[in-house]
């Protein structure tokens, strides 16, 4: 299976962008979707982002619909999430997520795969 590794995380002021990468290892990157998950201080783990295997379909929390926007390239086996207009409420650590088999209801399935994560924050 896959190993994924993020990057991109940082300190940022509160209506200002960051993208953060991940890099998955292995030749079979583009059998899984993939997705993005954060976890603030205190909170549980939450969905935010996930895309299909192609890059045809995406789905978005509520809370980060509109602002950010997940993509991938499989031919450098990464996925990307692009975060605009950031709030304090951000803040948190985010994760890459791998799904294996069908089905686009990432939000509410477990990933098989997870990343180190990366932290973000937002100052306002």
């Known amino acids: 299976q896959v190993q994924l590794v993020e990057s991109g995380g940082g300190l940022v002021q509160a209506g200002g962008s960051l993208r953060l990468s991940c890099a998955a290892s292995?030749?079979?990157?583009?059998?899984?979707?993939m997705g993005w998950y954060r976890q603030a201080p205190g909170k549980e783990r939450e969905f935010v982002a996930a895309?299909?295997?192609?890059?045809?379909?995406?789905d978005y929390s509520d809370s980060v619909k509109g602002r950010f926007t997940i993509s991938r390239d499989n031919a450098k086996n990464t996925v990307y999430l692009q975060m605009n207009s950031l709030k304090p409420e951000d803040t948190a650590v985010y994760y890459c997520?791998?799904?294996?088999?069908?089905?686009?209801?990432?939000?509410?399935?477990?990933?098989?795969?997870w990343g180190q994560g990366t932290q973000v924050t937002v100052s306002s």
């Open positions: 292995g030749r079979t990157f583009s059998t899984y979707s």
């Open positions: 895309i299909n295997r192609s890059g045809s379909t995406t």
């Open positions: 997520a791998a799904y294996a088999g069908y089905g686009t209801n990432w939000a509410m399935r477990t990933p098989n795969v």
